[in-house]
């Protein structure tokens, strides 16, 4: 849009604010630590024009199992009193399985520090204990063609995207997109986004070309290959980079790329979380993400490790692309932690450390996004001090 103001103004106007508490520090005082400093960010931040009398919906992940690197409780803590002093009533949801059985030991996310008495607020499974309270939309993406809202998020009249920003197989990595994509939505929808791309990897095998030389599972750098119990060639999407070896080493041109297929996944998660955000008025959604443990993996995995990275900080925005491309833009090679990545897994070349860890380049998501019209790419980091 052209203006009359000067052009360095109007390159601003087309930029959103992206809030920055650095975990940096400049003296041996907690004033100058995180947590007061992320209690400046928000109150910085006009949180009462956003829940002000607003039913609220925290939403995060919990993690699972006996990951310990999910958001602490603290920040969720400093984060309910600013939402509940703006006048907001507040509660966090996530999927169910959080809530019953972390699967080791009957370890839970209330193990974690994730109960009503510590948090301040009440804690729901998304789309209720049974996974049957939620929305139909009616989507046209592949296969994808219907996203099942969960109710606790359609119902709400706000939400705040708490995210915990880490690594991500398939995704390559996992922020506020898909804390919603994947964390808003049933399970069958979450299985329908999935089968973007298990309905096939994308490497296609010839059965009457190959002659089982092996040379392609032996070969592959991240064992996502294997063949099964009936000798045909099958690929874990999960681990597969899509570096294309196999194919390459192939001697009998039994192997081809019929399509990138994650592509497909990380759109139709753009596409859940567009849908997702259709349901609140404008300005009712605010962002924050956490560059704490940013781990190569998912906190679904059950699992922690140490972080790819020094951490960062927190960054809050209402800007969805704004905050993701931000945040990806601030974990740099440069600073990568070797012994974050179980021992046989290497990195590779990239743009982005994720996609050196998981061969699927990051900006992708945050790419389709913009393009989607969710928000501006184009951000200007506001840091707290
Ligand atoms: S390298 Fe090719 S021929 Fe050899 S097992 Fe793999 S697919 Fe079959
Ligand atoms: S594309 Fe690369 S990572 Fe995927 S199965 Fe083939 S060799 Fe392994």
Sequence with gaps: MKTDKPDDENKTINK????????EFDKIDPDATLPAKFDRLLKTTDLKKVVGDKVVALKMHMGRGIGYTTIHPLFIKILIRHIKEAGGRVFITDVGPSFSSGGFNDLTSRDRGYSED??????????????KYYYSKKVDFKNLDEIQ???????????????????????????????????????????DMHSLHSGGSGIVWDENLCDHC?????????KANFFNDENK????????TYCQHCIEICP????????????????????????????????????????????FICDCWGMSASSVVPDIGILASDDIVAIEKASLDLITPENFNPKSLPKD??????????????????????????????GKPDYIIEEIK
């Design 16 to 23: 959103s604010i992206v809030k920055f508490a650095s975990v």
């Design 252 to 295: 009998n041109s039994a192997l081809s790329l019929e399509s990138r297929n994650y592509l497909d996944f990380q759109e139709g998660m753009v596409i859940a979380t567009e849908e997702v955000l259709k349901t609140f008025n404008p300005g009712n959604v605010y962002y924050i993400n956490i560059l704490l443990s940013i781990t």
């Design 149 to 191: 809202i969960a109710g606790h998020i359609h119902d709400a009249e706000v939400m705040i995207d708490l995210s915990h920003f880490k690594g991500h197989g398939i995704s390559s990595y996992g922020g506020a997109l898909k804390n919603i994509a994947m964390g808003c939505v049933t399970a069958k929808t979450r299985g």
């Design 233 to 240: 060639y099958e690929v874990i999407i999960h681990d597969c």
């Design 214 to 222: 092996n040379k392609c599972v032996d070969e592959c750098r991240y």
């Design 118 to 131: 510590v948090l301040g607020a009440p804690i729901y499974p998304v789309s209720g204990v049974f996974d």
């Design 345 to 374: 897994k290497a990195l590779r070349e990239g743009r982005h450390l994720f996609e050196q860890i998981w061969g699927k380049d990051p900006y992708t998501q945050v790419e389709i996004a913009a393009r989607r019209g969710l």
